[in-house]
């Protein structure tokens, strides 16, 4: 009898990714970087596509994701953390092997709470984090 053989499409990937950072304090999902010479359009209800992507080949997966992580926070601890949640999760609800999630702080934007914030400080931080994969 044979194995039969369940695909897991590439969304549900990065759905996982994605509500995995969701759920860690002070980290939200930096907006992908423009192209040259690309244009947003301004439509009702339009949003701009996020920095997490997921690539997979057989059964590895590699995430790569652009972080913005509240001010006070520790740039590499919250960046550990969140490959770690990232690996552990992906592996746990697909029995995939994550090979690597690598971080890429894009920015340090103000905690929400504070009445009267803006929404992201001009603070480019170019910490990166490479490689967290399963142990």
């Keep these: 009898m044979t194995t039969p053989e369940v695909d897991i499409s590439k969304s549900v990937l990065l759905d996982i990714a994605s509500t995995t ?8 999902i930096a907006p992908a970087p423009l192209k040259v010479g690309e244009v947003i359009r301004n439509q009702p209800g339009a949003r701009r596509p996020r920095a997490l992507r997921v690539t997979r080949e057989g059964q590895e997966v590699t995430v790569d994701v652009g972080l913005n992580i509240e001010y006070g926070q520790h740039l590499v601890k919250v ?11 992906i592996e746990l609800m697909t029995g995939l092997k994550v090979k690597t999630v690598n971080i890429s702080v894009q920015g340090v934007c103000v905690p929400k709470e504070q009445p009267g914030a803006r929404a992201q400080s001009s603070v480019k931080p ?3 984090a490479k490689g967290q994969g399963a142990s």
Excluded: K, W, Y
């Design 79 to 89: 960046s550990q953390q969140a490959q770690r949640s990232i690996c552990e999760n």
């Design 126 to 128: 170019s910490a990166t």
């Design 21 to 28: 950072l969701d759920h860690i304090e002070g980290v939200e």
